[in-house]
């Protein structure tokens, strides 16, 4: 299709002009590995009619995860939400769990189902990801841990976070449901805290149609979680627990391993891309592409803008609208946040309802853009010429 020039703000679809691309594009479109070697394991699968229950594709994939999140235990499941249902009841946790509110709503959620009140704690605005001084303020003696989140891949204060838990007892676990194939100072990002889980939702970095992990380094939490996710079963075939079914199929087990061999392809393409909207949106007043810190190495899985409404002229909400004329589909993780949705939002406990202001401030200045395999670099050219266009036109919105 021949590119279309857009001359001036008459142009732009919010004005009348004809939306940029024909087809929405999306952030989070799954990045798809190639479907004969899905199809020939999932063959596989069927011919020795091992479908389930820790057949060799979920045992390989299981290892396969362990090697790049740096740990020597990895339990497979059947997404990141149970895996972490899974892991908050390996570790004892209760009474009272600090998490951001500034994550996906299963983080928040999980703590719930348990019985436990998350105790939103606020972020530090310049990594999205927990205030350590923050949560050592919200210590109580019915604190039983710290539930970080690696937003966007951007690893947590670790170890600040570390000495916290390690003063109080308390146990450390992150939802790295962003973060498979991130790291900081030489270590896979698994390896930070008693344990960690990643995603491998469809719309993820690696996927599995449906999937995540439980990662540890600690023998007795790895044989724990394994029981815990198979009804309470351990290796013995004994009950040991309140377990429940949180197995990951043979199927997800042929995409993950796929998807997993097409991992180096995807970073490459997301570097690319992340690269050319940081050069290509540098000097727009008003908007920046979050890059990863020193020490760190990312995904590059989510392309994160922040639009500082004094500086551009309009804010998020209004660029986002404008772009979704043009068919550009992009995401706010996390807007709203967990404080600001049911149940948390009228909770009566003072902890859960605890003013969030940076949280507040990051969330409604932060949008993510189409990346990955499914957007090409030249729409990515494209993308960019039209958030220009945008700041320039945004008197006239
Ligand atoms: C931070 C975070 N935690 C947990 C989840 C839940 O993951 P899943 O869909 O695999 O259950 C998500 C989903 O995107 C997420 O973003």
New binding site residues.
């Given amino acids: 299709m021949a590119e279309r020039v857009k001359h001036g703000p008459a142009d732009l679809a919010v004005f009348g002009g004809t939306p940029e691309f024909d087809s929405p594009l999306h952030v989070g479109r799954p990045n798809v590995p190639d479907p004969e070697r899905v199809l020939k394991r999932i063959a596989g699968a069927l011919e020795s009619r091992r479908l389930t229950n820790f057949g060799p594709l979920v045992r390989e994939f299981e290892q396969a995860v362990a090697e790049v999140a740096g740990t020597r235990h990895c339990v497979a499941t059947s997404?990141?939400?149970?895996?972490?249902q899974v892991l908050v009841a390996a570790l004892g946790l209760r009474g009272e769990v600090i998490v951001p509110s500034f994550?996906?709503v299963?983080?928040a959620h999980v703590l719930t189902w348990a019985g436990i009140t998350p105790v939103f704690c606020d972020i530090d605005p310049d990594t999205g990801n927990l205030d350590p001084a923050e949560a050592r303020r919200l210590v109580t003696p019915a604190t039983s841990g710290i539930l970080g989140?690696h937003?966007w891949g951007r690893q947590c204060a670790v170890e600040s976070l570390r000495e916290l838990a390690g003063e109080h007892g308390l146990a450390l676990l992150y939802?790295a449901?962003?973060a498979f194939g991130c790291g900081y100072r030489g270590r896979g990002i698994g390896t930070f805290g008693d344990g960690a889980?990643f995603?491998?939702?469809a719309?993820?970095f690696v996927n599995a149609f449906?999937?995540?992990a439980i990662v540890t380094d600690d023998d007795a939490l790895a044989d724990r979680v394994r029981a815990l996710h198979f009804f309470g079963f351990d290796s013995d075939n004994h009950v040991i627990g309140a377990g429940i079914n949180a197995k990951m199929s043979e199927a997800s087990g042929a995409m993950g391993l796929t998807s997993l061999e097409a991992m180096s392809t995807v970073r490459r393409i997301n570097a690319e891309h992340a690269e050319r909207y940081v050069a290509e949106l540098a000097d727009v007043p008003g908007i920046l592409v979050g890059t990863p810190g020193p020490n760190e190495w990312n995904s590059h899985h989510f392309v994160v803008l922040e639009v500082d409404a004094d500086e551009a002229g309009l804010d998020r909400n209004r660029l986002a609208a404008a772009l979704l004329a043009e068919n550009v589909l992009t995401r706010r993780?996390f807007d709203p946040p967990c404080h600001r949705v049911e149940p948390y939002r009228s909770a009566p406990d003072r902890h859960v309802r605890r003013p969030l202001t940076r949280t507040d401030l990051v969330a409604g200045r932060i949008m993510q853009l189409p990346t990955g395999t499914g957007v090409t670099g030249d729409e990515v050219g494209r993308i960019c010429r039209l958030i220009r266009m945008l700041v320039e036109a945004a008197p006239l919105l």
């Fill in positions: 997404n990141a939400t149970a895996a972490l994550t996906y299963a983080t989140v937003v939802d449901a962003h889980v995603s491998f939702h719309t993820k449906e999937g995540g993780h």
